[in-house]
Structure formats: structure tokens, C-alpha cells
């Protein structure tokens, strides 16, 4: 089995499909709402009768919990609502300065293959954040997109610090993906110190704004866009 490193990391689709539609909501969107607009959407699609999504929202502060998400990395159940969601992964939080892009596609017409799908949202963020001169990686034992923070203290192990800037979940139905990917902007990470995010308790949480770069959410949506249609294809504006 191929590394996830070594996975393709680019995702097209067939050469009759559509373009997939672009959208970007303004304010904060409830994370019930967004679920029930998904699984809409997501039934549409794999029935025919819509085109593949791109939607952009921000969220009221609120953690996550995936399908492994254990009881013991929520540190404050009080703190924030919790959802228990579909998507895989563990815990992890949303609110407003935190891009996040859901990916609603339909796989029968690109790669009916997770990993696959999997490695170039890895790709989608890691190529983002390069549009900034952000290095970010992937690691093999690790989900998301990880960056080096050389300024900090080294790990017990003596490898240089790490932080989370990016994490990736996905659900699939009918062979169509919903949920996605989440890159830290500006949110408030005191806010990820109610869980253990993806359940790993050894690295820390950082934003772009936090690495010294004063950008605007919308320098990243520009920028999210030109990657995505590297690597998944043409977008446009979804119609109204």
C-alpha cells in the first residue's frame, strides 16, 4: 500500500463534468445548518441532480467529534457545544478566523478511492499555504498539516517543535465526499485547549496569523481557489 505521501495529488474529474461550483458565506453559519445543507447536497449530487460544491464558511466557536473520537480528549465539555459527526478523525474545533471548506465531489467521476481523496485535500492545504510562504507538511503518523516551529522549545525526543495548521476530515456517501479540510487564520487557540485535537497531546495549535503573517480571510479564499483548480479542477461562482 502506497504511502500517503506517495499518493497522486491531483483529483480530476472526467472531461464532460461541470465545473465545480464555488461558494463563500458570509458571517458565521451554524454547524447544524451546514450539516443538513451537506447531506442535501450530497444526495443531490450522487442522484444527478445537482454539480459538485465547494462551500466556505466560518463557524460559531463549537468542537467536533469524529467517528474516533475518544470520550477522554474532550478537557471541557462546557466550554463550547460539541457535534457528534460522521466524518473521520477525532475531535477537533471551529469558530470564526478558521477557514473552513467543504468538499462535497463525486467521486464516480474522479477516484473512488479515500486515501486518494484524502492526500490531495492534504495537498489543497499544504499548496495554500505555500501561495504565503508557509512550509507546511504532512506526516505519515499524523492527520493534517503540520508546521515547524523551529523558535520554540525542541520535543523531549529532540526534534524540532511542531504545530497543527490545518486539519482534514471526510465523509463519504454514495461515493460522494462531504466535510473537508480547516486552516487556522485567526482563530483564538486558546479555544483548541478544551480537547486534545485529533487526539494528539504532544504538539501544539498555530494560525497564520500566529506565524507574523497579516492576512485576510479573503487572501486565503483567493488563494484556496487557485490551488483547488490545480488540483481538482475549473470552479466557478455557484448560481443563485
Not at 124 to 140: D, H
Request: a negative charge.
Amino acid at each position: 500500500m502506497l504511502e500517503r505521501a506517495e499518493l497522486p495529488t491531483t483529483f480530476f474529474a472526467d472531461e464532460d463534468t461541470p465545473p465545480v461550483e464555488w461558494k463563500i458565506s458570509d458571517g458565521l453559519t451554524d454547524y447544524d445548518v451546514a450539516v443538513a445543507f451537506m447531506e442535501e447536497r450530497v444526495a443531490m449530487i450522487a442522484a444527478g441532480e445537482a454539480r459538485e460544491l465547494v462551500w466556505l464558511v466560518e463557524h460559531p466557536p463549537l468542537y467536533t467529534a469524529g467517528t474516533s473520537a475518544e470520550d477522554r480528549d474532550l478537557l471541557a465539555p462546557e466550554r463550547f457545544p460539541v457535534f457528534r459527526t460522521g466524518r473521520g478523525g477525532e475531535y477537533t474545533y471551529h469558530g470564526p478566523g478558521q477557514r473552513v471548506v467543504y468538499v462535497m465531489l463525486d467521486l464516480r467521476r474522479r477516484t473512488r478511492d479515500v486515501r486518494a481523496l484524502v492526500a490531495a485535500l492534504e495537498e489543497l492545504a499544504i499548496g495554500t499555504l505555500a501561495e504565503m510562504n508557509v512550509k507546511g507538511e504532512r506526516r505519515e503518523d499524523r492527520v493534517g498539516v503540520w508546521v515547524q516551529r523551529p523558535e520554540k522549545p525542541r520535543e523531549a525526543s529532540g526534534a524540532i517543535a511542531e504545530d497543527k495548521i490545518a486539519a482534514i476530515g471526510v465523509r463519504l456517501r454514495k461515493w460522494v465526499s462531504y466535510h473537508g479540510i480547516a486552516i487556522n487564520v485567526e482563530p483564538d487557540l486558546d479555544h483548541f485547549s478544551g480537547i486534545v485535537p485529533c487526539g494528539i497531546a504532544n504538539h501544539g495549535v498555530t494560525s497564520l496569523v500566529d506565524l507574523g503573517l497579516p492576512v485576510s480571510m479573503a487572501d486565503v479564499d483567493i488563494r484556496l481557489r487557485t490551488v483547488f483548480e490545480r488540483i481538482f479542477g475549473p470552479t466557478e461562482n455557484i448560481r443563485t
